[in-house]
Nanobody
Framework: QVQLVESGGGLVQPGGSLRLSCAAS????????MGWYRQAPGKQRESVAT???????NYADSVKGRFTISRDNARNTVYLQMNSLKPEDTAVYYC???????????????WGQGTQVTVSS
């Protein structure tokens, strides 16, 4: 069984910063990709940023230049550094990982429980 545990959410003022972390644990052969998604009240879940095991990244246009995704492959952990936060960044942020549990297994999507990020003065 694979678990993704997120941390680092909270309340921050506009212009502030937060760093989210997500650690994967359990029976893991490999993980690719890892990423962050978010869902604001009344809106659909959207991709924020993703990163491959080789370090290739992709960002939503709304966060480019403000957010940075990184990962530690040895620790099966992904991070999201969020700077210059805006009220419209307020959402529940979810960690996602494509997990393979055996050498010939297929990748299965795993999700964290979500962490609330609120940007407000």
């Amino acid at each position: 069984q694979v678990q993704l545990v997120e941390s680092g959410g909270g309340l921050v003022q506009p212009g502030g910063s937060l760093r989210l972390s997500c650690a994967a644990s359990g029976s893991i052969f490999s993980i690719n990709p890892m990423g962050w998604y978010r869902q604001a009240p009344g809106k659909q879940r959207e991709s924020v940023a993703t990163i491959t095991s080789g370090g290739f990244t992709n960002y939503a246009d709304s966060v480019k230049g403000r957010f940075t995704i990184s990962r530690d492959n040895a620790r099966n952990t992904v991070y999201l550094q969020m700077n210059s936060l805006k009220p419209e960044d307020t959402a529940v942020y979810y960690c996602n990982a494509g997990v393979v549990v055996t050498p010939k297994g297929i990748s299965r999507d795993q999700w964290g429980q979500g962490t609330q990020v609120t940007v407000s003065s």
